[in-house]
């Protein structure tokens, strides 16, 4: 097994993973902005078992503007629409009025899919936790310096591809990554670096805590716990016998500890390592020196978590953010590290001159055979030996083909 130590950003603790929770700005109303794009900064209520025409119903959710209004999610419409008249289509009045849809789960579902993804294609371990929110762990991506440029990147691409806003957390873990991408909303983006999880943390009212709602808020309010760090000065004894076990759980949760993994549902669909330059830079020597670096890296988690791909691919981002992709498809499944190489490097060729922000490696289509490790110059299945060679033939210019002849050694 070949040692990763020394590879920019391949995590070995879990103190310093890269945890991103992605949560969409009022997400229900958002989409109806998407299918409705003159409903952009108007307060636009959206609500179950509404329907137009009548009162009936509660919000789901609310615009920020109607927000402005103290509209909120699980208000009786007849609440909603004291504060927000619905607005008539004839008579616009001078008084503030709100849009009032009805849910059309179908649509918010085929938009979820969609950000589902887009994270699912920047990212190989994403867990998807509700309809619009999801955490992804990032911690064999790209390094600490990368995340704030990372999180753009995600942003500007659900926003640029879906027309949706979504708010980005960055953390050691799970719990802070939340609590940070519910600290800036809407269109929010906070990274809490590792050595700042306390200092964060300490000042926060104590219903940014997951799980603290009214209740529970005012219960700690009552015995003069009113932020993160009066709760965590209490100590864990005191919270157990005003909480129970959920009182242990929040004194983790306010010391910024949690442990838990981001466990994705099924195999990753491609593994990829991306890096920043400072400035953008049109050195090619500079740009190629990278890319071996990341190709070396992917190639390296891709044989440690025992996968074989069909694709490489590499993405190249001139500033500010335009991403450019460039994909080269195989003829077969390899685990070939070398190849990755080359193939990147060949596809940057088109993009030589050319100013640059940051450059990524892929590799995708990927298959698990389960230590059946196959290589570029064996493809030995147990009963036949066969060879696949591949022949690199330059086509015109920097195109790359690849072609493979699977050589029966004859039975
Ligand atoms: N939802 C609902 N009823 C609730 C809460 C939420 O139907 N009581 C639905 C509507 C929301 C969606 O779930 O759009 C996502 O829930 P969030 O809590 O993430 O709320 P929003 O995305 O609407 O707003 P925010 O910007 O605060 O994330
Ligand atoms: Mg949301």
């Known amino acids: 097994m070949p040692s990763h130590a020394g590879l920019p950003g391949v995590a070995t603790q879990s103190a310093d993973r890269i945890i991103l929770h992605v949560d969409n700005d009022c997400f229900y109303a958002a989409c109806e902005r998407v299918r409705e794009p003159s409903l952009e900064g108007e307060p636009v209520i959206v609500g179950m078992g509404f329907q137009p025409g009548s009162t009936g119903g509660v919000v789901a959710t609310a615009s920020y503007e109607a927000r402005e209004y103290g509209i909120g999610s699980a208000q009786p419409i007849t609440e909603a629409m004291e504060r927000l008249p619905p607005r008539s289509q004839t008579e616009p009045g001078p008084e503030p009025t709100g849009v009032y849809r009805p849910v059309d789960m179908q649509f918010y579902e085929q938009n979820a899919t969609a950000v ?5 294609d920047v990212s190989d371990t994403v867990r998807r936790v509700s309809i619009d929110e999801a955490y992804l762990d990032c911690s064999e991506q790209i390094d600490w310096n ?8 995600i942003k500007y691409r ?9 708010s980005v957390g960055v953390a050691p873990n799970m719990s802070v990554a ?5 600290h800036d909303k809407p269109d929010g983006l906070v990274v809490v670096h590792p050595k700042e999880v306390a200092d964060f943390l300490a000042p926060l009212p104590i219903d940014a805590l997951h799980g603290v709602g009214p209740k529970t808020a005012s219960l700690l309010n009552e015995r003069g716990i009113e932020t993160v760090e009066h709760l965590v000065a209490r100590g864990q004894e005191e919270l157990i016998d005003l909480l129970g076990e959920r009182g242990r759980d929040l004194f983790y949760q306010a010391q910024g500890i949690d442990s838990r993994p981001v466990t994705p549902r099924g195999d990753p669909k491609s593994l990829s390592r991306e890096s920043s330059f400072g400035d953008p830079v049109a050195d090619s020597d500079l740009i190629r020196e990278k890319l071996r670096t990341l190709a070396e890296a992917v190639a390296e988690r891709a044989r440690r978590k025992g996968a074989t791909y069909r ?20 003829p ?14 060949d596809l940057y060729e088109e993009f ?13 289509n990927l298959t698990f055979p389960e230590g059946d490790q196959r290589r570029l110059d064996s493809w ?3 009963r036949n030996s066969r060879e696949l060679q591949y022949h690199r033939e330059n086509v015109s210019g920097a195109q790359l083909r690849l072609t493979a002849f699977e050589a029966d050694s004859g039975d």
């Open 158 to 166: 659900i926003a640029d591809e879906l027309g949706l806003p979504v």
């Open 352 to 364: 030589r001159g050319k100013n640059v922000r940051k450059v990524g490696v892929k590799v995708a």
């Open 311 to 330: 694709t490489i691919g590499i993405k190249v981002v001139e500033p500010p953010f335009e991403v450019q992709t460039r994909e080269e498809s195989l």
């Open 116 to 120: 589902h993804e887009i994270l699912s």
């Open 332 to 345: 077969g499944p390899i685990d070939e590290p070398e190849l990755v190489e080359t193939v990147s490097l």
């Open 146 to 153: 990368e995340a704030e440029s990372f999180a753009i990147d």
């Open 178 to 182: 939340k609590i940070a991408s519910d």
């Open 380 to 382: 030995d299945d147990g």
